[in-house]
């Protein structure tokens, strides 16, 4: 295995399938009609200079830019910047394309916790800016972000009593509304993650993804596209599912890889601009990092797990929103490889473990 790779691509033919599908859905995107304009028709009739006469819009405002309940704006969008999908990206994305010139921004800061074997402790933040666009009417959101998290491994596994990572980069968003039916939004990030020792080259992480978003109604939104991670065991992740919202109670995030039950809680919030939700979540979580062993040689960690929490959050159009849940992580995979000298690997499958995670945005 080499040890030093020009370009830290692991599988160069899932890197090459996303890159096409990205592509693909780009390119549907600007196949797709853009908006109908308002057309100035003449008029047998003498009219007044003052009372021009003009032809009605040939469609009703798209259902996209209506925003039902402003006070349901959400907390991430996208990809984070270490290549985990994230719930209620297709909701923002309608978030985003709300208002028209207004420049989308926001920041998230989130702490979260896993028990037991192999557990650790994270810290992260990012923040959100609206850039200058190309074309007038699409929007590019740019990401940075920073995470640590401290990891409490067996000894044997890693050469060391516990591991110190820090990831951080960015994501870019394209996203483009095309008519009152459909947005696509093609995101690029990357990312460093290390333990501040190894200068690997294994360390850096390039990542995307391709999303097209149908608009059926104000209530019910489709999603569909791919997303590479290239972290942990899932380089390439389906994004597909709807999100329903069958009345002012529920709603029901059914998007894959991480769908998400919503609950109003009326008793609360009353009186204020803010609504409060409970919810039932399923998400996975994965990244890579390349850290310096006790004896002075790099390797890499991959992590993987599947985690089932519930949780109450607090959305709001302005001011702070949060959220709080807890759960279990299942499915837990680290996975540890040398990357000079001898050649080396070790997997371990920690058991299930308790997870908590709160989040605050602004």
């Not at 994305?93 to 896993?114: E, K, M, P």
């Not at 590479?228 to 919202?245: E, F």
Request: proline share 6%; hydrophobic share 40%.
């Amino acid at each position: 295995m080499s040890t030093k790779r020009f370009f830290p691509v692991k599988n160069l033919r899932c890197f090459s399938f996303f890159f096409l599908s990205a592509a693909l859905v780009a390119s549907s995107a600007f196949a797709v009609d853009e908006y109908p304009s308002v057309v100035v028709e003449p008029s047998s009739e003498i009219a007044s200079p003052s009372e021009p006469t003009f032809s009605e819009p040939t469609f009703e405002p798209a259902p996209i830019y209506a925003v039902d309940d402003p006070s349901e704006r959400s907390f991430d969008s996208g990809l984070s910047a270490d290549a985990t999908p994230q719930p209620g990206f297709a909701a923002n994305i309608s978030s985003a394309t709300a208002n028209l010139g207004r420049v989308y921004r926001g920041a998230n800061v989130d702490f979260d916790l896993v028990s037991g074997d192999f557990g650790f402790v994270g810290l992260g933040a990012n923040a959100t800016f609206g850039l200058p666009s190309p074309k007038a009417g699409h929007f590019i959101l740019a990401t940075p972000s920073i995470r640590w998290r401290q990891y409490d491994p067996p000894g044997w596994a890693l050469g060391g009593e516990s591991l110190g990572i820090i990831s951080s980069g960015a994501t870019f968003h394209y996203v483009i509304p095309k008519s009152e039916r459909w947005t696509f939004d093609v995101a690029l990030g990357l990312n460093w993650n290390s333990d501040g020792k190894s200068t690997n080259s294994e360390g850096l992480n390039v990542f995307g993804s391709g999303v097209g978003l149908w608009t059926y109604s104000e209530r019910l939104k489709w999603a569909f596209g791919l997303a590479y991670t290239n972290s942990g065991d899932y380089d390439v992740v389906p994004i597909i599912g709807a999100t329903w919202k069958p009345n002012d109670l529920w709603i029901v995030d059914v998007m894959f890889p991480a769908p998400k039950v919503s609950r109003k809680i009326e008793s609360w919030g009353a009186g204020t601009d803010a609504t409060y939700w409970g919810y039932l979540g399923f998400s996975f979580d994965a990244n890579d990092a390349v850290f310096e062993t006790d004896w002075g040689t790099d390797a890499r960690l991959e992590r993987s797990d599947v985690r089932l929490a519930l949780g109450v959050e607090k959305k709001a159009e302005t001011g702070l929103r949060w959220a709080a849940e807890l759960g279990t992580t299942f499915s837990r995979d680290f996975d540890v490889e040398s990357l000079e000298g001898r050649y080396w690997r070790a997997d371990y499958n920690p058991d299930a473990a308790l997870y908590f995670k709160t989040k605050f945005a602004f």
